[in-house]
C-alpha cells in the first residue's frame, strides 16, 4: 500500500521509498524525498515564481530520462499552475510554491529546471547565467579558470555573479539583473562569451561546435534564451551518483585543482547549508541585481 503522509495539511501519496535509484550508491527514492525535505528552506525560494519543467527519470538515471514541461496529469488541485506563453500558444506549467508542493514533485523523481524570468513576467530577465561546460580533457578546474575571468569583466560593468556546481561535469555562474528583457541578456552574454574566447583562445570556446569542444572550456551564453531553462540550485541530477548543484564560494573556485574538490552529493549538503546558509540569496534581494550597461 503507498504510505500518504501529510505535509502542512496536504494530503500526500509517497510511493516506492525503498526503490533504489542510484544504483552506484544505493541511495534510495526515500533518500531522494528526505534530500528535498531538508533542503526545502533554501530551494524554495529558486523554485518560487519560476514555471518548472521537470527532467523525470522515476527508474534512475539509467532508465527512461525526460522532459515534462505542461501540467503531468494526475497534479493536485492545490498546486499552482501559471499559463506561459510559447512559441506554439500558451502552456500552462507548475509553480512550485510550497513544501508540500515540492515534495508532491520530487515523489516524480525529477530533476527542476527553471526559466531566467518569473511567471508574472516572462521575457523580462531577473537572472543572468552563464552554463560553464568542459570538453574532455578539460574539466570543472579549467570552468573555474573562467569563472574567475567572467566574474571580474561582470564585476567591470556592476553586476555581482555567484557560482555553482553544474551538478554534473562543469560550473554554472548566475547573476541577478534588472531592467532588460531576455533578449538583451542574450546579446550581453554572448558578447562577454566573444571577449572571453578572444582573452583565452586556448581555452574558451562560445560556439557549440562539437568539433572544437576538446580540452575547452564552452560558454553556454544561450541559456538567457526566455524559451530556455536551467538546472535549478540544490536540484538533484540524473547523474551516476546523487550529485547535486551546489552553490559554492569564490574561494572553493579559487582553490579548485582537482574535480574532486567540487563535487557534492546529497549528503553533502546539510553540513553546507549549516556552515554557509544560501550561498545564492544574494539573488534574491532586489536591491543587488545589477543593470545591463547601455548597448
Not at 561546460?133 to 564585476?155: F, K, Q, S, Y
Not at 554554472?172 to 531592467?179: I, Q, T
Not at 562560445?206 to 535549478?232: C, E, I, Y
Request: with cysteine; charged share 20%; glycine share 6%.
Amino acid at each position: 500500500m503507498t504510505p500518504i503522509t501529510e505535509v502542512k495539511g496536504r494530503r500526500l501519496a509517497l510511493s516506492n521509498l525503498e526503490k533504489v535509484l542510484y544504483p552506484a550508491t544505493g541511495f534510495t527514492k526515500g533518500e531522494v524525498l528526505h534530500y528535498y525535505a531538508t533542503t526545502a528552506d533554501v530551494l524554495l525560494p529558486h523554485l518560487r515564481d519560476r514555471p518548472v519543467s521537470f527532467l523525470r527519470y522515476p527508474d534512475g538515471p539509467d532508465g527512461q530520462v525526460f522532459f515534462t514541461k505542461n501540467v503531468p496529469p494526475g497534479t493536485p488541485e492545490w498546486v499552482t499552475t501559471a499559463e506561459v506563453p510559447r512559441s506554439e500558444g500558451p502552456a500552462r506549467m507548475v509553480l512550485v510554491q510550497d513544501l508540500p508542493s515540492l515534495m508532491w514533485a520530487a515523489n516524480l523523481v525529477t530533476e527542476f529546471h527553471t526559466h531566467q524570468w518569473v511567471a508574472q513576467a516572462p521575457g523580462d530577465a531577473d537572472r543572468l547565467v552563464f552554463d560553464l561546460d568542459p570538453g574532455t580533457p578539460a574539466t570543472i578546474v579549467e570552468c573555474c579558470e573562467v569563472a574567475l575571468w567572467l566574474r571580474e569583466r561582470l564585476a567591470a560593468d556592476g553586476i555581482e555573479a555567484y557560482a555553482k556546481t553544474s551538478g554534473s561535469k562543469g560550473l554554472h555562474l548566475l547573476a541577478a539583473v534588472r531592467g532588460s528583457s531576455s533578449d538583451q541578456v542574450s546579446e550581453y552574454a554572448k558578447g562577454l562569451a566573444t571577449e572571453a574566447e578572444k582573452a583565452m583562445p586556448r581555452l574558451v570556446l562560445h560556439r557549440m561546435t562539437r568539433s572544437l569542444r576538446p580540452g575547452k572550456v564552452f560558454v553556454d551564453w544561450s541559456q538567457n534564451a526566455a524559451r530556455k531553462t536551467t538546472a535549478t540550485p540544490y536540484t538533484l541530477r540524473a547523474r551516476p551518483e546523487p550529485w547535486v548543484s551546489a552553490p559554492v564560494t569564490w574561494t572553493e573556485v579559487e582553490d579548485c585543482r582537482n574535480p574532486t574538490q567540487l563535487a557534492f552529493t546529497a549528503p553533502d549538503l546539510a553540513p553546507r547549508i549549516q556552515d554557509y546558509g544560501d550561498l545564492l540569496a544574494p539573488l534574491l534581494a532586489p536591491d543587488r541585481a545589477g543593470t545591463l550597461p547601455r548597448q
